[in-house]
């Protein structure tokens, strides 16, 4: 049997970014589809003293999140804390709180945030990547150990972190890719490394100039697992590439152009399903959907491509891969329908008018989950396009993605984070 990403651990229910593997595929079986924007409709809302683009997670009945408080207003240089909160998964209840770590803000990006990597958990507890510090908070919230990762991140970054670590093996796994900026090129741009669960050392490291580098690349790896083989896949800009996850050795080396097509400054991480490998995403005319043959549990596989694109493709959200259909939605809200295997395309429609559709897909319980600034679509799964609910929000969604809990839907807002599990809107024609 294949086992996709990094197993979940009995309740660790959605323990990384886009859930158990990172797929943004939920095995709930009863998901909320219509909501309407006030507090009847929410199980629980818990009111954010910071900002953040980072997605909740859900492990041992905890709900985590992370975000970033400015702790001098009005002054200068600005400094912000960056915080762990622990919530009750049941009720809603902070069951604590924990400064990591503060630090002078380094440049961002407009629509980034200074707490954008989600963070990933095991039993031993979460792990959270900022950029510069790496750290691991024990369940009960001590931190237990705080490592600076990247000295020199404050000083050459441009758009800040963007990637979410992952674990595999007994290391914990974080990649940081730095735009070469408007003046003289750093020596060196990115790197990819990974640390010991147990207290955050070294293991390896692979770091890449700014001349021979993949820039410009903000995805999340990801861990194709096979039985006991664990497979780290990285879909850099310009190429996909897999490390041995223990020793960091580079497996094997595709470049997109093979196929005739090419990916530039990818933001959009990678997904699979049943020996098929998507990577879709781009900007700046560079954007492109591949599909591969990848088979998991052969450890000389390499990515054969079965079919390719240059239409639709998304700027931002991460594909959703459910059921042999390849979801995609771009950032100007056209969503496409594919067959995973040959590409053929089921369906393709404009969504409502909600402003951004930036966040990653996710899916479940037949549905297609797709956020924006305004509002969440819902979709229903299928080779037939049907719009089930259009959920307006009267605050502005993050560009968090979703997360799935207690059979509900976690959906960060700029000031609040809402546990939805009710019906109330309807839906909305364009």
Known sequence: ??????????????????????????????????????????????????????????????????EARRENPGEEPRRFSRWLLAIDEANGAVKWEKRIVTTDAEPKHRQNTFSSPTPVADRHGVYLYFGAHLARVLHAGEVDWLVEVDPDYAATSRYGAASSPVLAADVVIAMQDREWGYGQRPSHT?????????????????????????CCTYT?????????????????????????????????????????????QLASSPVFENDLLVVSGGAHAVKSTQAFSFVASDTNSRPQLLWGNERAVPETSSPLLMDGILYTVTDNRTMSAYDGRTGRLHWRQRLPPNGRYQPSLVGGSGR?????????????????????????????????SLAVGAECLLLRMQSALRCIERSGSTVESD
Not at 34 to 57: F, R, Y
Not at 202 to 214: C, N
Not at 220 to 243: C, H, K, M, N, Q
Not at 386 to 397: D, P, T
Request: charged share 20%; glycine share 10%; aromatic share 12%.
């Open 190 to 214: 990115g790197w990819i490394a990974a640390f010991d669960r147990d207290d955050g050392t070294l293991r390896w490291k692979h770091e890449w100039a700014a001349q021979d580098g993949p």
């Open 368 to 400: 297609v989950y797709a956020a924006a600034s305004d509002g969440v679509a819902v979709v229903e799964a299928a080779r037939e396009f049907k719009l089930l609910a259009n959920n307006l929000s009267n605050g502005v969604i993050t560009n968090a």
């Open 1 to 66: 049997m294949l086992l996709l990403g990094c197993a979940p651990e009995g309740d660790l229910d959605w323990p990384q970014w886009r859930g158990p593997g990172g797929l943004g595929v939920s095995v709930a079986s009863d998901l909320p589809v219509e909501w309407s924007d006030n507090e009847t409709d929410a199980h629980w809302t818990v009111a954010l003293q910071g900002l953040g683009n980072s997605s909740p997670i859900v492990a041992l009945n905890t709900v985590y999140l992370t």
């Open 220 to 264: 999340t790896p990801l861990i194709v697992r096979s039985g006991d083989r664990e497979r780290l896949i990285v879909a850099y800009s310009w190429f996909l590439r897999e490390y041995d996850p223990q020793t960091g050795e580079i497996l094997w080396s595709y470049e997109y152009s093979n196929g005739g097509w090419e990916i530039n």
